[in-house]
């Protein structure tokens, strides 16, 4: 069974930077696309980024520009490196590999 388990989490005032880290196991990493969803309270998960077995990304138009996503196959590992927070980026962030496996999530807060 696919593990994704995310870290990286917590209180950071607007303006700042955090960076979340996925890491995956029992998973052909390096061929899977990988992806990183946001859910704030009382509404809809939705996509933030994703990133493809060659690279390729793709971003959420409320985020680009500010966050970044990336992989590191050799340690089975994606990144959010998320800069200019806004307190509308508060939410749990998930981590997604292939569409279909998911993290239990970690919580990002951003104070006004």
């Known amino acids: 069974q696919v593990q994704l388990v995310e870290s990286g989490g917590g209180l950071v005032q607007a303006g700042g930077s955090l960076r979340l880290s996925c890491a995956a196991s029992?998973?052909?990493?390096?061929?899977?696309?990988l992806g990183w969803y946001r859910q704030a309270p009382g509404k809809q998960r939705e996509l933030v980024a994703t990133i493809t077995s060659t690279d390729f990304t793709n971003y959420a138009d409320s985020v680009k520009g500010r966050f970044t996503i990336s992989r590191d196959n050799a340690k089975n590992t994606v990144y959010l490196q998320m800069n200019s927070l806004k307190p509308e980026d508060t939410a749990v962030y998930y981590c997604n590999a292939n569409f279909k496996n998911w993290g239990q999530g970690t919580l990002v807060t951003v104070s006004s």
């Open positions: 029992r998973i052909i990493f390096s061929i899977s696309t």
